[in-house]
């Protein structure tokens, strides 16, 4: 089982539309949490970190469930600037110093 | 204030080949980190140099090594190059006192195996 799993999308969404995101992983240690942006061939970006108590950042919200092993991202009022691959990233214990990234899932805002 | 930057963009080699891939850090930054990404795929740690040393290894053949300059930059090296490794070859770098999550990319050196 892979350490991070998430939505394969794509995911096609209009201007202005609610869009969420979800990202599971499979070691109930883990520890830091965050959401990676990534435009196309280019290279990736923090958008966020993920606290236990959920966290917001303008129209960004990240939620994270310990007992689920689950993680979320809530996209509000989409723009076309959105249009990009959102990278699930995780890190525990053995994992050390290294970032586990998941495959990434695609979000398009159309016009 | 320069970002990470890495070298060269784009590079075609054949198998059996030597690649080496060059990267420095973020201005005040101290570590250096090299990830893989191979198309439709997260990047995956290859390793992590610290005060000139490899720190980290992730699960990556010998075929794979690297050095960290007094500078702090850092080069990638490949040797016996495959097909499968053609990807794009992220470096990352990061500051010890800073967020353990937030690494700083540079654009990534894609490197294509004929």
């Known amino acids: 089982r892979k350490e991070v799993e998430q939505d394969p999308g794509p995911f096609n969404v209009p201007e202005g539309a609610t869009v969420a995101f979800n990202c599971t992983y499979s070691n109930s240690a883990s520890q830091s949490f965050f959401w990676y942006r990534q435009d196309c061939r280019k290279e990736p970006k923090l958008l966020m970190s993920v606290y236990s108590s959920g966290n917001e950042d303008g129209r960004f919200t990240a939620q994270l469930n310990r007992a689920s092993q689950y993680i979320s991202l809530l996209i509000r009022d989409s723009k076309l600037s959105d249009s990009a691959t959102y990278l699930c990233v995780v890190n525990n214990p053995n994992s050390g110093y290294a970032l586990n990234f998941g495959k990434g899932t695609s979000l398009l805002v159309t016009p | 204030d320069a970002g990470v930057t890495q070298s060269p963009t784009h590079l075609i080699k054949t198998r059996g080949q030597q690649v080496t891939l060059r990267c420095s850090p973020k201005s005040g930054h101290d570590t250096v980190s090299w990830y893989q990404q191979a198309l439709g795929q997260g990047p995956q740690f290859i390793f992590q140099?610290?005060?000139?040393?490899?720190?980290q290894r992730g699960n990556f053949p010998d075929r794979f090594s690297g050095h960290q300059f007094p500078n702090y930059s850092s080069e990638l090296n490949v040797n016996a190059l495959l097909l499968g490794d053609s990807a794009l070859y992220l470096c990352?770098?990061?500051?010890?006192?800073?967020?353990?999550?937030?690494?700083?990319f540079g654009e990534g050196s894609r490197l294509t195996v004929l």
């Open positions: 990352a770098s990061s500051s010890r006192t800073g967020n353990t999550g937030e690494l700083f």
């Open positions: 140099y610290y005060e000139e040393e490899e720190r």
